[in-house]
């Protein structure tokens, strides 16, 4: 049983702060932030999960499953991450690329202590404890200072996995691929990475989160994993009987004079490799749905629609359905996964080739974070713009893509890269 409580907070912005600086003490903590983006479908301001009462972590083989049956046996609040390799467990594909971060396939976790922030009004609920304790570590939190700690962060060095040159030379492989009809469009990915670091997880995702402002702003740790996000993309929510995607596809630049800020946003809006990128990931997320949709409810909400992010213009389509109250959640996430704007068209074809012309494992790149609520909707982000750690490997990592169509010019894909790339490594280099 949970007890929960309702709290007021004058000064959200400094309470955010507050919450995560104090939640560091634990293992395992989830902060999803959506940084007060206006958007259609929100359900929170801020999400704190810490301290896991039980948790679930397992590679591939057979994850979804044992994934739906820990869901329904809690059925409690559940926070966790689903990797990119999670697709070996749906179709016969496999990841034997390098992989310097070694996460789990799969990991959730049922957390003792739970906020939930919207506007003013704090939701703090408690797993199986007293009164007092909740009381307790709100007023701690309220009055918290993180001290002082010196962390001893050494040089970043980043390093890039593939060099420009061979960058191209797999862009025009790709290509050759969809010459040949073999695929219409795929999500091709490269890593930059540091080794032998020591950062400080929680100053460097203040400071991710801070220059990007996305909605899907994600703190993340398992003992010595942790994931500094600042996604701007929703990859699938279900509340109630709707299942709501939002796939990104199209990108382009923010400029400081506003003229030429807006025209960056307009030539985005009517550029038609931009918009046939958009059109082919409608089409998959629409059949992808259709596995769990009843009878003629997937519908296209939005298309192509601009939004605007503090780094760049971004193309946003929203798809939803509905399914029937028999149709188990995990059932959902098994038939959209992983999502369309990271793989490509067709999407089992476009999975191959990425995983032939890719050196890196993705592993949560690309894969995606979020929770379950006690009745069996969800919310959860696509891991992109995102850095990944493992602090006892002193590997960093984070990794950037775009999508690769008839229509690419591989110079201007591999300047795209480095545009989606400038957040991440500024606050590694600061």
Known sequence: MRTSVLKHISNPNEFKRQLLDWAQQFREIIYLDSNNYPQKYSSYDAVLAVDAFTSIKTDYHNAFEDL???????????????????????????SSNFDGLHFPDLFFFQPKKLF?????????????????????????????RKLKVKIQKSKVNIEQRISKEKYI??????????????????????????????????????????????????FFKNNQHFLLSASP??????????IISQPIKGTSKR?????????????????????????MIVDLVRNDLSHTATKSSVKVEELCGIYTFKQVHQMISTIISEIDNTTSPVEIL???????????????????IIEELEETKRGLYSGAIGYFTPIGDFD???????????????????????????LSEPEKEYEECLLKARAMHEVLLS
């Not at 049956?69 to 016969?92: A, C, M, P, R, V």
């Open 233 to 242: 993309e929703r990859y699938i929510k279900k509340e109630d009987s709707k």
């Open 255 to 279: 400029f400081e004079e506003n003229n030429l800020d807006e025209q960056s946003k307009t030539e985005l809006e009517q550029n038609p490799k931009e918009r046939s990128e958009n059109i």
């Open 334 to 352: 098994k038939t959209t996964f992983p999502m369309g704007s990271m793989t490509g068209a067709p999407k089992i074809s476009a999975m191959q």
């Open 68 to 94: 739906k049956q820990y869901q329904q046996q809690t059925k409690d609040w559940l926070f966790g991450h689903l990797s990119y390799d999670l697709k070996n467990d749906i179709e016969k594909l496999e």
């Open 116 to 144: 939930f922030l919207k506007g003013n009004q704090l939701e703090i609920s408690y797993l199986m404890m007293c009164d007092d304790e909740l009381e307790e570590d709100f007023e701690n939190i309220k009055q918290y």
């Open 169 to 218: 030379e797999k862009i025009n492989t790709m290509l050759s691929h969809i010459y040949r009809g073999d695929i219409y469009e795929a999500n091709f990915c490269m890593e930059f990475y540091a080794e032998n670091v020591i950062i400080d997880s929680n100053q460097t995702f203040e400071k991710l989160n801070a220059i990007s402002e996305p909605p899907f702003a994600v």
């Open 380 to 406: 959860f982000n696509v891991v992109i713009r995102s850095i990944l750690y493992n602090a006892q490997e002193k590997y960093i990592s984070f990794s950037v893509g775009s999508a690769i169509t008839a």
